[in-house]
């Protein structure tokens, strides 16, 4: 069971899932804040709406199309 982190907290995740799916195993929906504040997350679940992007390991990606890694660092609604 790889382990990552979301937002410094250490998390057991299962293996051979996206990152949202493991963000949302877990009851994470939101992904990140839109510019007037509202909560977002993912729409589709296929990497059309670009609404589930967060940071992992620096740069800002589409969490439903990256698979779970051991020692990610995910950051939820970094800008």
């Not at 937002?7 to 996206?18: C, T, W």
């Not at 877990?26 to 992904?31: H, M, N």
Request: charged share 15%; aromatic share 2%; glycine share 12%.
């Amino acid at each position: 069971m790889p382990e990552i982190q979301v937002n410094g907290q250490p998390l057991n995740v299962k293996a051979g899932i996206s990152v949202l799916a493991a963000l949302q195993n877990q009851g994470i929906w939101t992904t990140r804040t839109s510019v007037s504040g509202e909560p977002r997350g993912a729409l589709c679940g296929m990497g059309v709406c670009f609404e589930c992007r967060l940071q992992v390991d620096g740069k800002i990606q589409k969490a439903c199309q990256l698979m779970v890694q051991q020692g990610m660092k995910v950051v939820l609604d970094a800008r």
